[in-house]
């Protein structure tokens, strides 16, 4: 029996009225599903940590446990979980900064053992050169002589909105100044997966809101699939179109949620506001509550 292949990689089977038999019927079905395994969706991230833990006080302590999780190409997960429940723990181990865990972790079919530049990562705090200027902070190791990586700063420039602020050092820019000129230069490196640990967590609530607008802006443009921790239920709704919330002692996820809010979301909408409500009700099941507390809810 012959099977095509469109163009686009959807298989077309032979017309009904040709397959005689149930079991020929069967066949096409099981050689769909396995080539759709592999020509299907594609998969950006695979996270396969079987226990991550640490040495605290000469005992051992498992803080990540039986994470499995897959990750679309261009998809925007957030992670949502109280403090404490390994978060920075998981994300530093997808950027390949620790890889004292069981499991493995890849991109793009590739594993990842150290870091590298296919891992973009976004701290808490922006950790920018003190004695270089906006636009040299972005470039960094790379050089601004370059016409190429000139042109690619003044376009990041312009996407994180910095115009007019490229020849300022970091003591004139405010944090929000900051943490933009950290995500142009984590996209200069054109990452494959950009890695969010509380990129606004330090900010007034004002330039949050203004920050996840331009987050949300790169995203549509630059397509990058995006995994941003947080303990704030109303950035993790606002942000992700995929959304894990992670329990403690072990850390592991309770629930994944998807959100299929169009955007750019209303935070006021009743479709919004049902979700982060599903999302608060979940995240209280979650068994310890004494950590919820304190945790931006
Ligand atoms: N280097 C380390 N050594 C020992 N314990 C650690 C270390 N880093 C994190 N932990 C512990 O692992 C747990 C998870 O930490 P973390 O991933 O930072 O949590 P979160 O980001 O969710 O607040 C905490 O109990 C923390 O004390
Ligand atoms: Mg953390």
Known sequence: MIFKQKTNGQLIGPPKALISTRTEMGAFLFFRRRVGRKRGIKVAVTISIKEKAFDQEGRKTT??????????????????????CGKSTLLKIIAGLDSDYDGSIEINGRSVTAPGIRQGFIFQEHRLFPWLTVE??????????????????????GIVRLKGSEKAYPRELSGGMSQRVAIARALLREPEVLLLDEPFG??????????????????????????LVTHDIDESVYLGNELAILKAKPGNIHK????????????????FQAIRQKVLSEFEKTEDLEYAEGSGI
């Open 136 to 157: 040299q902070n972005i470039a960094a190791d790379l050089n601004l002589k370059d016409p190429k990586v000139k042109q690619k700063v003044d376009e990041l420039i």
């Open 63 to 84: 803080v990540l446990e039986n994470i499995q999780l897959s990750i679309a190409p261009g998809e925007f997960l957030t992670v949502i979980g109280p403090s404490g």
């Open 202 to 227: 330090a900010l007034d609530a004002f330039t949050r809101k203004h920050l996840q607008d331009v987050l949300l802006d790169i995203w549509r443009r630059k397509k990058t699939t995006m995994i």
């Open 256 to 271: 994944l949620i998807p959100i299929h809010l169009a955007y750019p979301r209303n935070r006021t909408t009743p479709d």
